[in-house]
Every structure is written in C-alpha cells, then in structure tokens.
C-alpha cells in the first residue's frame, strides 16, 4: 500500500517511531518504502506536492476509499503497551481496544498525521485448509461490532458509533 502524505518526514518518524516500522529505502526525500517484517515493504509513503490543490483534504466518511488498515500485533499486552505508546506520542485514538465479531479479533484503532485511520489487531480467528469453518452473516449490531460493548475502549466512544452499533436506524458512517 502507497500512501500519499503531507509531510513525509514527520510520516515516516510516526511509522517508525510510534508503529515500529523500519526503513528499507527511500527515493530520494519524496518517497520512503518502510517494512514491519522480512518483506522489504507493505507499506510505502509519498510526499504529495505541496502546492497540490487537495493537500489539506483529509480522508473522512463521506466519500468512498480506505477507512483503515492494519498491522498485527503479538498480544493484548502488546496491544496495551501501543495506547501509552500512543498517548505518549499524542496520537489521536478513535476507536478500541475491543473485539469484533466476525474473525473474533482484538481492535485499536488511531490517526495517523494526515487523518488516516491505522489499526493494530491480534488474536484473528485463523481459517485453514483443514479447519472447518463456514461463513455467517452477522446482523449491524454492537456484538458484532465489538463484544465488549465498549467496556474496554480506551477512549469514549464517538456517540455517533455508540447510536449506529446500538440499532437507532442512523445512516451508517463507516464500516468497522
């Protein structure tokens, strides 16, 4: 994944520095290709130029594109270890830590500097060649959204989330 950034300095110490990232390359001071394991990158950053007539249009709801994307990370003590690292670094956290429904996986969910939602996740239900599973369609509700009800979010819930998930009929803002 390429993401285009404002400040590809001050993006790339964000990855490194608060999400554990490495560097394996950059061109030049416009584009930096970073790696959270042996692959040389998943993710890489490009600086947008700055007399760009949308620089300053931050991802938001209303328009289709990415709402996040996520790194796993070892444990749920990993996971609370990320928040003070986080709330160290002043990293707005929108959502979490709680557990989704469907892949029963672990959740946070934060800004990066250009707005960008980034998750770390743990304990996804694996699926196997030889582990049966078979597919279900779960209903919008909080429990599919996350199993602790919120009780274990770090941070309150954005109203808005607590109505959608709790089944008022509002328009839905984002997925997960």
Known sequence: MVLMVR?????AQFYTEVLGLKVSDWIGDQMVFLRAGADHHDLALSQ????????NDLPRYTRPGLEHFSYLVESYEEMERSVKVLQEHGVEIVRGIGRHGPGNNLFLVFKD??????????????????????????????ESFDQYRFARFVV?????LVA?????????????
């Open 48 to 55: 947008l130029p700055k007399d760009s007539a949308d620089f």
């Open 156 to 160: 309150p819930p954005p109203p808005h």
């Open 7 to 11: 400040d590809i300095h001050r993006s």
């Open 113 to 142: 500097p250009d707005g960008n939602n980034v998750e770390i996740y743990c304990e996804m239900t694996q699926i196997g060649e030889h582990d049966p599973y078979e597919p279900q369609v779960w209903e919008r509700t909080i």
């Open 164 to 176: 959608q998930k709790s089944g008022d009929g509002k328009p839905e803002e984002s997925d997960q």
